[in-house]
Every structure is written in structure tokens, then in C-alpha cells.
């Protein structure tokens, strides 16, 4: 499994940041609806499961599996698949039920090398995500984009969530209100 270097920082201005991200010469890569399943492992361990997303025409099977809560916590092994529906079928035959449908959207920069990520979640204030090839880089960049490291935290998306009093575990169904 491959090692993600990535941290999040929470409530940000999107606007102050954007504008940060433009005097750096970011390159903007676009906005990204994603949507996923995500299953239990089997046997069920606190931490490790299975996400099939699609993020506009990719589609990506992936296990992730936290195992601290530093920024090097998080292992993953993930391949590209051609078929969202079909491989959501294809785990239910192998006996994997998804427990939730989510939905975000996401806008991505590139700045040395760095993903920068703007989530937007339904039910909690947007975040940036950074994710990078090493811890030095990650830091690089946070301080690059006028953050502190005391900004910085490690917290899986679950733990965003339960941080503003929701279980992610308890929404079978994670969507945007529609207008």
C-alpha cells in the first residue's frame, strides 16, 4: 500500500484562498463532482475500508487504511476502473454492500507537485486538503499558502464530520440539498 502525506486545514475562506492560490501560479486542474460507495473490509476493522468513487470521468476503486493519526497515517492501494454501476454491482456479488452514498465536490490546484484540494461536503464548512510526497512538502505548501502548522490537522473525513456532532457511519445517504 502507498503512504498519502496529506492534512487538512478546516473553515477556510475559499476566496482568500483561491486569490493566494493565483499570486502562486497554481495551476487549477478543475471542479470535480465525486460520488461514492464505501463498504466495510471484511473481516470489519476500525479505521480500513473499501471507497469506489467516481470523480467526473474517472473512476477509482481504492482501500484505505488509517493507522495513526499523524500525516503519514494513511496507506492506500487503489486502480482506475471503467465502470462506477458495474463494479458497484460487481461487490455486491462478491458480498460487499456499501454502507453509505456520499457526494462532494471538489476543486483541485497543482502547486510543486502539491494536490490542493478544496472539498465541499454537505453539512460542514468547505476545507482544503493537501496532499504531497512527503511531509516536508505538505508543510512547505501550508506555510506557502499563508497557514500555519498549528492549522494543520490529520483528521479522516469521519472525524471532520464527528467534529461538527455528525457520524458519518449513521448517513446511509450523503448528498447536497438540491435548489
Excluded: C, H
Excluded at 498519502?4 to 475559499?14: G, H, N, P, S, T
Excluded at 493507522?67 to 460487499?96: H, M, P, Q, R
Excluded at 498549528?150 to 445517504?173: A, C, H, P
Amino acid at each position: 500500500m502507498n503512504t498519502e502525506y496529506e492534512v487538512r486545514i478546516l473553515e477556510i475562506d475559499v476566496e482568500a484562498l483561491e486569490k493566494r492560490l493565483k499570486e502562486l501560479d497554481a495551476v487549477y486542474k478543475g471542479e470535480f463532482n465525486q460520488k461514492r460507495y464505501v463498504y466495510d473490509v471484511k473481516p470489519k476493522k476500525e479505521g480500513k475500508w473499501i471507497r469506489l468513487r467516481k470523480a467526473n470521468d474517472e473512476t477509482t476503486l481504492t482501500i484505505k487504511d488509517i493507522t495513526s493519526d499523524k500525516i503519514d497515517g494513511t496507506k492506500e492501494l487503489e486502480v482506475k476502473i471503467d465502470n462506477f454501476e458495474k463494479a458497484n454491482l460487481l461487490l455486491e456479488e462478491l458480498g460487499y454492500f456499501s454502507k453509505s452514498y456520499q457526494e462532494n465536490k471538489r476543486e483541485r490546484y497543482i502547486l510543486d507537485g502539491t494536490e490542493i484540494d478544496i472539498d465541499s461536503w454537505p453539512l460542514i464548512p468547505t476545507y482544503v486538503e493537501i496532499e504531497g510526497k512527503s511531509e516536508d512538502e505538505v508543510v512547505s505548501i501550508v506555510e506557502k499558502l499563508g497557514y500555519n502548522t498549528s492549522d494543520m490537522v490529520t483528521l479522516s473525513v469521519n472525524d471532520v464530520y464527528r467534529k461538527y456532532g455528525y457520524e458519518l457511519d449513521d448517513i446511509k445517504e450523503l448528498k447536497f440539498k438540491e435548489e
